[in-house]
């Protein structure tokens, strides 16, 4: 079954191309929509979210055309890539009301709202200020609102950016439940490796069109051949690197503010690595784990190369 | 997420408004915003209390322009100084053409418009809790002033035109927030434009003889004042000279086809426009 369906769609920002004749044609499960930064992914994401109309083509979502077609969305979750809320709301209050939009009653809402909100793990910090949350926690609770209404197709825009490795891990594997479930889910991201461990069914996007698609193993093997660069924040950024320096892939190491930048011949083996010593708690806490685009950059210019 | 549960019917344009309103409302009135405005309608009330402290020392008689003045008159004076000329335009210009524009600036549409409700009910539901967040602060700032100024013996002559000067303020903070609504919702630079509107459009369309005034807002709302328009300066006297004021029945008939105008042409732009967020 297609989830999404685009054909010849375009879009222009006055002169400008954000999309750039895409059709495309995106199966139930779970697809990861890949490509560096400024590549066409946000507004690829827009189109098929309704936020934009297309300058040219048209999109499906589920079925149907999704510009002014708002009882679509009792269908569909989406987590947004902004880190925007309203912060004087807590998390619960803001799940509660946006899931209150879904046309739910008052009690209803809340109900699958404290549901959502188990789900990703964040009933202790509920009643909380959105405001006093980590980057971690704010993912999920975004994460949360999109889900509180069960929605058929999810569609996650870098979901997993700024969490911590175990939180990184608990939600895909989170996210590969709720596709075992039923659900479909669309997942934006400039990290490969991020996009593997849920789907190895991907759309590739590169200058506003769709360079590949489907099981592209291959991209997986170009990847290994360029240096992959790790940002790690920890208060033990000296202790970290010494253990990380022993693994075979490891390339390099530089010390940053608030933490280390690392190059890795061995992406798989290196993320398993750290998300291992966050969980083992020797180098306290290990706060967030970022990827730059430059990565992907290169097995794109490489792509293109070749 | 295992049994996928029956959808619920999707709100109607009505129910979604009220969604909208309820989750507004108590992100409106607790924003700078309004603490702004509690503090800009706090200064007519402290004047006022110092109006009373000085009238009650009995010390010195108030005086406008050299003449004697009583409560009820300051009080008329103070509704067309601070609120009608200040206030209520003002409110609706910052606060109506921030029921978008602070969505998209916070970047917080996206979670209003990728919902099953239209997104016209989005900018209702706007625009309703301006009109509760801003009568629950101004109105009681009036009645406060009114108690303040006005002796009780005489609040028996005076209650009707006070009740009308509630209704007047009411309304013409209904018509410029609906207004501004339009504006912020069709417009890349709202707050610029409302501004230039108010003070710069509305002060001379007003002074101009001829017909342009009816191109004002101002010119319906002060069509209502059951208080004489005070000479407090070149443009107030001009303004005064030229009034021709319309009966109050046109004048409310005409504010409430702005509202409802404005209102409706505000929820066409925002189901057409795109609204591009910054990452």
Known sequence: MTIVATEHLSKWYGQVSGLNDVTVSVPSGITGLLGPNGAGKSTFMKLITGQLRPSKGQVRVLGEPIWDNPKL????????????????????????????????????????????????????????????????MRQRIKLAQAIAHEPEL???DEPLSGMDPLMRRRTVKQIKEWARGGTSVLVSSHILHEVESMTSNILLVNNGRIVAEGDVHQ?????????????????????????????????????EPGGLVVETGRPDAFYARVTDLAASGR??????????????????????KT | M??????????????GAARVFGLSLGEMLWSRRTVFLVLVTGAPVFLAL??????????????????????????GMMIWVFFLRFIVPVLGVFYGTALIADEVEDRTLTYLFTRPIRRGAVLVGKY???????????????????????PLGQVGRTFLAFAADLGLLALGLAAYGALFALVGAALKRPLVSGLVFVFGWEQIALIVPGYLKRFTVAHYVQGLVPHAMPSDGVAAVLQSVLRDNPPAAVCVLVLAGIVVTTLWLGVRAVESREYVLDQ
């Open chain 2, 50 to 75: 110092v109006a009373r402290i000085v009238q009650g020392s009995g010390v010195v008689p108030l005086r406008v322009n050299g003449a004697a003045v009583d409560g009820g008159s300051i009080f």
């Open chain 2, 2 to 15: 295992s049994a996928r549960p029956a959808l619920p019917a999707p709100p109607t344009f009505t129910a």
């Open chain 1, 219 to 255: 991209i997986r093997d170009l990847i290994d051949e360029h240096p992959h660069t790790v940002s790690i924040r920890t208060t033990q950024a000296h202790a970290v690197a010494r253990e990380l320096l022993a693994d075979e892939g490891v390339v390099s190491v530089r010390f």
């Open chain 1, 154 to 156: 999810l569609i996650l």
């Open chain 1, 73 to 136: 969305y009792q269908r569909i979750g989406f987590c947004p890539e902004q880190d925007a809320f309203y912060d004087r709301m807590t998390g619960r209050e803001w799940v509660t009301a946006l899931t209150g939009l879904q046309g739910f009653d008052e009690r209803t809402a809340a109900d699958a709202a404290a549901r959502a909100i188990e789900a990703v793990e964040l009933t202790e910090a509920a009643d909380r200020k959105i405001g006093s949350y980590s980057k971690g």
């Open chain 2, 128 to 150: 309703l809790a301006y009109i509760v967040c801003t009568t629950l602060v101004v109105l009681p700032s009036v009645v406060l002033v009114y108690f303040l100024l006005v």
């Open chain 1, 283 to 304: 180098f306290g806490p290990i706060s967030e784990i970022t990827s730059p685009d430059d990565n992907l950059q290169a097995v794109f210019q490489y792509l293109v």
